[in-house]
Each structure stands twice: as structure tokens, then as C-alpha cells.
């Protein structure tokens, strides 16, 4: 029999197996493009030509060497690139000895929180969070504890955070731009985390790690930036990855930059480079640090999102729902019109709409919606969504 903890965790998300199946046996039924499938965040952009066309360089080349191990930490030329890059967008000093190679954002996280943490340490995640940070810190023996957000902005509460603090506090993480809200927290909301942490550090003697899960920093709207949040917390370690910014999740190519301002960097780093190995990613596909070195600029369209952002959310709003406008990510969090969000997002299937309820993040009363689908489908989701909206007399 399997572990009694995965087997616990199966229950937990069953869920998002149901929703997966509905998926399926209502496409048989119904045909790809009448079912509205927003539950999954499997972008159908397409990568950036250049991307593209480094591969394809790259896999022609016969380079001998190319398909052999190397250190565990990625190439060091390709962590140069990569330091470099995190450098000019984040302004602060990088080397290659700051940066690990790794398997996307997932795997980034799992080193991180595997190197950092002794059993019964504690992580704070704020609600709604990604529903795997909960997974991921369990994973290596920590507790999840979570601080709540602001009610009407989903901005990260200070006071909430403060509350959550003990002595067993190793680390924070922080998703910016943020799924599943789509908000972008600014600058003040990071500096009064960062004077938040700094004290409570002082209050239990040892410092807390801000994980800081940067995912979709390239996928923002009408003109926003995201704050340089390395520059704005001391003990802070960037986890980033090519996923969502060059359309590219099933490649798994991402990496860590931890911030020269954490004290013992050298041993962190040996720890991360250790763990990236001792999980047995090993290390990052080698042909993808290859193609990402060479395309650190490349992005995805980003009005390829914005067109399906606004075409979703006006619609929304003229049928009744509210919800806030997406600033980043390709996620929308829509209000429940009734505070039970699971039978909410059961009666939209009656319309073939698939959504995510709240209670998946640890936020009930919502649904998330992730549009980073084909046109058509959400073209031919509005009239449903219509109907949706009248069955609670919006
Ligand atoms: N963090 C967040 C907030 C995400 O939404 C995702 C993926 O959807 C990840 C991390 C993992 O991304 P990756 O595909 O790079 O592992």
C-alpha cells in the first residue's frame, strides 16, 4: 500500500482529478471548442519565434559533450547569462555563484524549501496561495502556516503576517505577479513586509527567508512593473522560470538567484546545489539552459493575454459578476454570487464553464478562471457566462 500520506494528499486534491474528468467526458460529448475549459493554467500561447529557432540551432549542432552531466549547480557560462540578466532586472549585484539551474519554478521551490528547513520549521504562504506550496513544504518536513490577504485587494496583510510569526518561522513565500488573483503587490506593500520581517528576525534571533515565486514577472498589463523585490528584502531567494515567460512548462527550465546580502551565502548555495542533485533532478535539462541562455530578452505576446483579459473581463462585469481586473498572471478571480463556491463552480458545468473553486487556495467565496485558452473558446463561453450570471438573478 502507498504511503499514508500521499494517499491523504490524493484525497485532498481529488478534486482537480473530478475536474479533469468532467473535462474530457464533456469534450467527447460536446466537441473541444463548446467546452470552457478556464481550470488549468496550460498556456496555448505559442513560444517566441526566437526561442524557437535557438532550438532548433542548437539541436542540429552536433556538439560533442552537449547531452553529458555537468555540475549540478548548470552550466556556468549559461548561470553567467542568467546572473546577468537577474542583475540588470532586478539592480543588484549577481555572479554565477549566486544562481542554480533547475527544473522550472516547481523544482526551484523544492530545493529551496529543502535546503532551508529542519523538520517542524514553519512557512508562512499568504491566502489564496498556489495550492502547491502547501505540497511543496510538506514535502521536506515543514509545517504551512497561512497569513491572510486583504480582503477587497488580495494585498499581502502585515498585521496577518506579523500574527503568524514564531520562533519556528524559516521562511516566506511570496507569488508576484500572483495566481490565482492576477494582482501585482507594489512596492509599499513589499517594503512594509520587508520592515515587518526585519523586526520580527530581531524578535526570535534568526533570520526569515523570503522565497520570493516570480513565475509570471513578464506577464503584466497596461504599463505595471513588478517591484525589484530582491533589492527590497535582505534574505531573499528569486525563483524563477522560462514556463509561463517563454511558453515553454513542459520543458521544466527555471533557476535560483539568492541575494548576496544573505549572510553564509557560500554554504546556502552548496546546500541548494546538494539538494538540486539529492532530489534527483540533478540537474537542469541541458539543451534548455542552452536555449534560454540565448534568449533571456524573449517574451511571450503579451496582448496575445491582454486581448483575452479584457474580452473575459468586460464581459464579466457587464453580466453581473465582480471581480478585480487582472494586473499579471493570465488568472481572473471572480466572486462568488453565493458564499458556497464549490456549489457554484458545480453549477457552471451545467453550462460546460470549468472553473477552480477558492476553497483550492485557501479562499472561499471566489473562482479562478485562467485564460491563457484559445479565443474561440472563450468567444463562445460568453453567452453561457450569461446564463450563469441569471441563475442568481445578476
Ligand atoms: N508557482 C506558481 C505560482 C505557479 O502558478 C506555477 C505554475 O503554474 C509554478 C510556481 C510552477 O511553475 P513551473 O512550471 O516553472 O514549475
Redesign the pocket.
Known amino acids: 500500500m502507498i504511503s499514508r500520506k500521499i494517499a491523504e494528499n490524493l484525497t485532498k486534491t481529488a478534486w482537480i482529478r473530478a475536474m479533469f474528468e468532467k473535462g474530457e467526458e464533456l469534450r467527447k460529448i460536446h466537441g473541444e471548442d463548446k467546452v470552457y475549459d478556464f481550470s488549468i ?1 496550460n498556456p496555448e500561447a505559442a513560444p517566441p519565434k526566437a526561442v524557437i529557432e535557438t532550438l532548433k540551432q542548437f539541436v542540429l549542432e552536433d556538439h560533442a559533450g552537449r547531452h553529458r552531466y555537468m555540475s549540478n549547480a548548470g552550466y556556468y557560462d549559461v548561470r553567467e547569462k542568467v546572473a546577468a540578466y537577474v542583475q540588470k532586472e532586478q539592480g543588484i549585484p549577481m555572479t554565477a555563484s549566486n544562481i542554480v539551474m533547475t ?7 523544492n530545493v529551496v524549501i529543502k535546503t532551508l528547513l529542519d523538520e517542524g520549521d514553519e512557512v508562512i504562504v499568504f491566502s489564496p496561495y ?1 495550492v ?2 502547501l505540497t511543496f513544504i510538506e514535502n521536506h518536513s515543514g509545517v504551512p502556516v497561512v497569513a491572510a490577504a486583504c480582503p477587497d485587494t488580495f494585498l499581502p496583510d502585515v498585521t496577518s503576517l506579523q500574527k503568524a510569526i514564531t520562533h519556528k518561522t524559516k521562511a516566506l513565500i511570496l ?1 508576484n505577479p ?2 490565482p488573483t492576477g494582482v501585482i503587490y507594489d512596492q509599499k506593500t513589499l517594503t512594509d513586509l520587508a520592515s515587518a520581517l526585519e523586526e520580527a528576525e530581531k524578535r526570535i534571533g534568526h533570520p526569515i527567508y523570503v522565497i520570493l ?1 516570480e ?2 514577472s513578464k506577464i503584466v498589463y497596461d504599463g505595471a512593473v513588478v517591484p525589484r523585490s530582491l533589492q527590497i528584502f535582505r534574505n531573499s531567494i528569486l ?1 524563477n ?4 515567460s517563454h511558453a515553454i ?1 513542459g520543458e ?3 533557476y535560483i538567484a539568492a541575494s548576496s546580502a544573505i549572510e553564509d551565502l557560500d554554504i546556502l548555495m552548496r546546500g541548494l546545489v546538494s539538494c538540486n542533485r539529492s532530489l534527483g533532478f540533478v540537474n537542469a535539462p541541458s539543451l534548455f539552459q542552452r536555449v534560454v541562455a540565448e534568449t533571456l530578452d524573449e517574451v511571450v505576446d503579451i496582448e496575445w493575454y491582454q486581448r483575452r483579459r479584457d474580452l473575459l473581463y468586460h464581459h464579466l462585469l457587464s453580466a453581473g459578476f465582480s471581480c478585480n481586473k487582472p494586473q499579471g ?1 493570465f488568472y481572473l478571480f471572480l466572486k462568488s454570487p453565493v458564499p458556497d463556491d464549490v456549489a457554484f463552480v458545480e453549477n457552471a458545468m451545467k453550462y460546460n464553464i470549468l472553473l477552480v473553486p477558492g476553497s483550492g487556495f485557501g479562499f472561499p467565496g471566489y473562482a479562478r478562471l485562467s485564460y491563457c485558452i484559445s479565443w474561440k473558446v472563450i468567444e463562445n463561453s460568453l453567452p453561457a457566462f450569461s446564463k450563469l450570471a441569471a441563475d442568481y438573478g445578476l
Do not use: Q, T
Open positions: 493554467g527544473c522550472g519554478a516547481a523544482g526551484a521551490l498556489f502547491e506550496y507569488n500572483n495566481n515565486d513565475p509570471y525563483v522560470s522560462f514556463s509561463k512548462p521544466r527550465i527555471g498572471a
